[in-house]
């Protein structure tokens, strides 16, 4: 079955009515459906301007954008891995390891996390690299 895309269903697993797809609020219990939407949207945002900032060498701006994302959204891959590369370039390669490792509890074939934690064992020093992620921008989140 899909959605009707004339209509919105509430995020919130106890109501899950249907609304208007131009309504602010939940008609049946009030959620403040826009303000969830965007929410949703925001750690995409944030990732997105972590790599920019890494694009523009603000690593340290790039490490912190990225630490947002995985304490909303711990289990997203890319984004801890994106902040395990940011803490590398930082010279933390013990906070690089740990994140590295924990992609590998979620995704145990990352090849991104397995080349890091081969760099980290290999003892070489880290050098910037000229694109500093393999990662694309991330599309927000629908509330569908």
């Known amino acids: ?14 109501c899950r009515a249907a609304n ?10 009030g959620t403040p459906l826009r303000a969830w939407a965007r929410l949703r949207a925001h750690p995409a945002k944030l ?6 900032a890494a694009r523009s060498g603000r ?13 909303w959204c711990p289990g997203d891959a ?8 940011a803490c590398l370039l ?6 690089a390891r740990h994140h590295w490792r924990q992609v590998l509890v979620r995704r145990p074939g990352d090849a991104t996390a397995l080349k890091g934690l081969a ?22 989140a629908t509330t569908e």
């Open 1 to 14: 079955m899909t959605p009707d895309p004339g209509r919105l269903a509430c995020p919130l697993p106890r």
């Open 20 to 29: 208007t797809a131009t309504a602010e609020t939940c008609q049946s219990c």
């Open 47 to 52: 990732f997105n301007d972590g790599l920019e």
């Open 59 to 71: 690593t340290t701006i790039a490490r912190d954008h990225f630490a947002a994302v995985v304490h």
């Open 78 to 85: 890319e984004a801890r891995s994106a902040l395990a590369l």
């Open 90 to 95: 930082l010279d933390d390669p013990d906070e």
């Open 119 to 140: 760099h980290l064992e290999s003892g070489t020093e880290p050098t910037k690299p000229s694109e500093p992620t393999d990662f694309t921008e991330k599309e927000p």
